[in-house]
C-alpha cells in the first residue's frame, strides 16, 4: 500500500511540473501509473535466460541506479542458472535425488522455485543464509546442487528487498547488497573446501588437479560479487553525493534550488 500511495504522489508532482492543464500528458502520466502499479518485481524468465529485455512503459520510473540493479540482478540470476548446470553436469548424482526424468527438468525446477518464491521442499522451508549454512552441511541428505543454488538465489533477492526489478518507490540497502557479496565470497570458499562425513568433497566444482584447470566456477561468482560491490558503492555513492551537494552549498552559502 505504501509503495502504490507512493506512485500516484510521484505522478501528481509530475504532472504538476510538467502537465499544468495539458489533459493529454495527464492522461499518458495515469497510464505510466498503471504499468508501475502493475509491476511484480518479478523477472519474466525468458528475459533471464537471454539477458534481454524489451523496453515497457514501467521503465519511465527507473532512475539510472534504479535500471543498473535491475540489470545486474538480472545478470547474477543468469550466471546463477549457469552455475546450476554446471554443477549439475559435474556432481550428476544430485539431480538424480529429486525424481525429475532428465537434469533439464532439475534445472527449471530451481529456477522456478527462485523467481516464484517457492518454498524448497527439501531445505524444510529455510532460505536464503540459514539455507545456504543448512545446503553446505554433512547433514544434508537432499539435492545438495539444487538447494545450493536456491539458497544463494533467495539471499541475493532477500539482499534487495524482496524484488527483481526496482522503480523509484523501491529503496535498496548497500550494506545488505554488499553483506550479499561477501556472503558469496565465503560460500564459494566452503564449497571448494567443505567435504562430507566420508572426507570427500560435498561438490566437485574448480579442479586443478592431474593436469586439468577448471576455474570457471570461480570466474563465475567472481562475476556476481563484482556486480554486487559495483551496485553497493554506486549506492552509497550517491547518497554521499547528496550530503557533499548540501555541503557546498553551505560552504558557498549558495541557496538551494526551490522550482
Not at 502537465?19 to 497510464?31: G, M, P, Q, S, Y
Not at 534445472?107 to 517457492?118: G, L, M
Not at 560491490?229 to 549506492?235: G, I, K, P, R, T
Amino acid at each position: 500500500m505504501k509503495a502504490m500511495i507512493s506512485v500516484f504522489t510521484v505522478v501528481t508532482l509530475l504532472s504538476r511540473l510538467f502537465c499544468k492543464r495539458n489533459a493529454h500528458c495527464v492522461v499518458l502520466l495515469v497510464l505510466a501509473t498503471g504499468s508501475l502499479a502493475g509491476c511484480s518485481g518479478q523477472f519474466d524468465h525468458a528475459s533471464i535466460m537471454t539477458k534481454h529485455s524489451p523496453v515497457e512503459p514501467g521503465e519511465f520510473f527507473q532512475t539510472n541506479v534504479d535500471r543498473m540493479a535491475t540489470l545486474a540482478m538480472r545478470d547474477n540470476l543468469n550466471s546463477l542458472y549457469r552455475l546450476l548446470s554446471k554443477l549439475y553436469r559435474r556432481n550428476p548424482a544430485e539431480w538424480r535425488k529429486t525424481g525429475l526424468p532428465d537434469v533439464e527438468s532439475a534445472e527449471r525446477a530451481i529456477q522456478a522455485s527462485i523467481e516464484q518464491n517457492r518454498d524448497l521442499p527439501s531445505l524444510n522451508g529455510v532460505r536464503d543464509i540459514q539455507a545456504l549454512s543448512y545446503a553446505l552441511s554433512p547433514e544434508f541428505q537432499g539435492d545438495r546442487v539444487g538447494a545450493f543454488i536456491y539458497a544463494i538465489g533467495t539471499m541475493l533477492i532477500t539482499a534487495h528487498g524482496g524484488r527483481m526489478e526496482f522503480y523509484i518507490t523501491d529503496t535498496l540497502n548497500a550494506e545488505f547488497i554488499h553483506n550479499a557479496a561477501r556472503n558469496i565470497e565465503k560460500a564459494t570458499w566452503m564449497l571448494g573446501h567443505r567435504k562430507g562425513l566420508s572426507g570427500q568433497r560435498l561438490l566437485l566444482a574448480n579442479e586443478l588437479s592431474g593436469g586439468r584447470r577448471n576455474l570457471s566456477f570461480a570466474v563465475e561468482f567472481g562475476k556476481i560479487v563484482a556486480r554486487l560491490d559495483l551496485l553497493s558503492e554506486v549506492l552509497d555513492e550517491r547518497y554521499r553525493r547528496l550530503g557533499v551537494s548540501y555541503a557546498q552549498s553551505l560552504l558557498f552559502m549558495n541557496f538551494l534550488p526551490v522550482q
